[in-house]
């Protein structure tokens, strides 16, 4: 049975860090690609983080490049996400994922959510002005 499970979430102050991790069993975690999602109240799921579980490429979003950290302990089968300066803007639901076989895009290169066959029950973040 494939889990994931998510903690390290929190409330902090702008500017403030969060280490956020995801506990992976149930499944070979080198044969996956492993991602971080975010949704916020109203809004669309967001693909924040992305890491190639075999290589160790990267991506981030735009709006947090340069402040979020995406990587994997893979003899322990877990990720992590490193997240500093932290925003108001950044307040959501994080979610880890996971995806058989590859990463799932859309066209325009941001990661596509409904590629991803696993997911955790999230953790909140909640950045205060």
């Known amino acids: 049975q494939v889990q994931l499970v998510e903690s390290g979430g929190g409330s902090v102050q702008a500017g403030g860090s969060l280490r956020l991790s995801c506990a992976a069993s149930g499944y070979s975690y080198s044969r996956y690609c492993m991602g971080w999602f975010r949704q916020a109240p109203g809004k669309v799921r967001e693909g924040v983080a992305v890491?190639?579980?075999?290589?160790?490429?990267?991506y981030y979003a735009d709006s947090v490049k340069g402040r979020f950290t995406i990587s994997q302990d893979n003899a322990k089968n877990t990720l992590y996400l490193q997240m500093n300066s932290l925003k108001p803007a950044d307040t959501a639901m994080y979610y880890c994922?996971?995806?058989?076989?590859?990463?799932?895009?859309?066209?325009?290169?941001?990661?596509?959510?409904?590629?991803?066959?696993?997911w955790g029950q999230g953790t909140q973040v909640t950045v205060s002005s």
């Open positions: 890491i190639y579980t075999s290589g160790g490429s990267t």
């Open positions: 994922a996971a995806a058989h076989g590859g990463c799932s895009w859309y066209a325009n290169g941001q990661p596509r959510p409904s590629g991803y066959n696993y």
